[in-house]
Nanobody
């Protein structure tokens, strides 16, 4: 089971990007998928997740209202739409998954995630 994150780049403040997390080797049917980010000199933090069984989403306060997570099961891909980007959003963004047979709220606790993508760099700068 492999994850590949992509879509990062350089964007001006106020701009948008869409990150993708493509899964191979398994479907995402019984997984929750999360996005984390790690800024230079800081710990990795969870910012959004989605429970695939019922589509429940969750966001950290730092991105709520600006970022949107979604899933396309036909493509086995999870997206993170980043809008109204700020310089403090600059970080390496990672996607991860953990197995769950439950519906409802997913978790943004890094330790429970089993698989990780390689990360994609988002730089917000003028």
């Amino acid at each position: 089971f492999q994850l590949q994150a992509s879509g990062g780049g350089l964007v001006q403040p106020g701009g948008s990007l869409r990150l993708s997390c493509s899964a191979s080797g398994s479907t995402l049917e019984n997984y929750a998928i999360g996005w984390f980010r790690q800024a230079p000199g800081q710990e990795r933090q969870g910012i959004s997740c989605i429970t695939n069984r019922d589509g429940t989403t969750r966001y950290s306060d730092s991105v709520k209202g600006r970022f949107t997570i979604s899933i396309d099961n036909a493509k086995n891909t999870v997206y993170l739409q980043l809008d109204s980007l700020k310089p403090e959003d600059t970080a390496v963004y990672y996607c991860g998954t953990y197995l769950t047979y439950y519906s409802g709220n997913c978790r943004l606790t890094e330790q429970i995630y089993d698989y990780w993508g390689q990360g994609t760099l988002v730089t917000v700068s003028s």
